[in-house]
Antibody, heavy 119, light 106 residues
Framework: QVHLVDSGGGVVQPGRSLRLSCAAS????????MHWVRQVPGKGVEWVGV????????LYADSVKGRFTISRDNSRNTLYLQMNSLRGEDTALYYC????????????WGQGTLVTVSS | EVVLTQSPATLSLSPGERASLSCRAS??????LAWYQQKPGQAPRLLIY???TRAPGTPARFSGSGSGTDFTLTISSLEPEDFALYYC?????????FGGGTKVEI
């Protein structure tokens, strides 16, 4: 079955960097687009960005554009989120998620990894 | 940028009652509208997509309707496991937008 495992979260100081990973299994990873979505605990859900199946098309939310970079390694079935110049407002639970419907929805989510930006 | 407004923020009902959740888009675009259910400590789960199509595994008591700017999720008869948070979501050119959520509580 589809399995997405998020990792790499932790506590980081403002202005520093962090890289999240998402290990995928149970489906042909190189066929699906993948999203990153975040959620402040107890708050709503915010889309962070998306990468298409081969990495040729990547889009970001305005709130992270220029600071975050999404990439993927289809040979390792792994999705990445490189987060630079982190701010307090980036504190959230970060989920990787599988695209459904070619850029329309999300059908599977990871368990999330918590990023806390604090001095 | 589309803004999705969900109402009410909280819906207080009893098991067996009917629930109607609203999602209003700031502009009319497409009918690529989804509903997700989220329980504490879990990731959201896709319930409905294309405004009215149930995702695999979604019970028949869940139904979606609407078009244009106004969409509704209806739960015909609440089961104890349905008390949760619900989000609507729309897409535009691969960019996803989520509503603020409606909490259905006992």
């Amino acid at each position: 079955q589809v399995h997405l495992v998020d990792s790499g979260g932790g506590v980081v100081q403002p202005g520093r960097s962090l890289r999240l990973s998402c290990a995928a299994s149970g489906f042909p990873f190189n066929v699906f687009g993948m999203h990153w979505v975040r959620q402040v605990p107890g708050k709503g859900v915010e889309w962070v960005g998306v990468i298409n199946h081969d990495g040729g098309n990547i889009l970001y939310a305005d709130s992270v554009k220029g600071r975050f970079t999404i990439s993927r390694d289809n040979s390792r079935n792994t999705l990445y989120l490189q987060m630079n110049s982190l701010r307090g407002e980036d504190t959230a639970l970060y989920y990787c998620a599988r695209d459904y419907g070619v850029g329309k929805y999300i059908d599977y989510w990871g368990q999330g990894t918590l990023v806390t930006v604090s001095s | 940028e589309v803004v999705l407004t969900q109402s009410p923020a909280t819906l207080s009902l009893s098991p067996g009652e009917r629930a109607s959740l609203s999602c209003r888009a700031s502009q009319s675009g497409n009918n690529y509208l989804a509903w997700y259910q989220q329980k504490p400590g879990q990731a959201p789960r896709l319930l409905i997509y294309d405004a009215s199509t149930r995702a695999p595994g979604t019970p028949a008591r869940f139904s979606g309707s609407g078009s244009g700017t106004d969409f509704t999720l209806t739960i015909s008869s609440l089961e104890p496991e349905d008390f949760a948070l619900y989000y609507c979501q729309q897409c535009t050119d691969w960019r996803l937008t989520f509503g603020g959520g409606t909490k259905v509580e006992i």
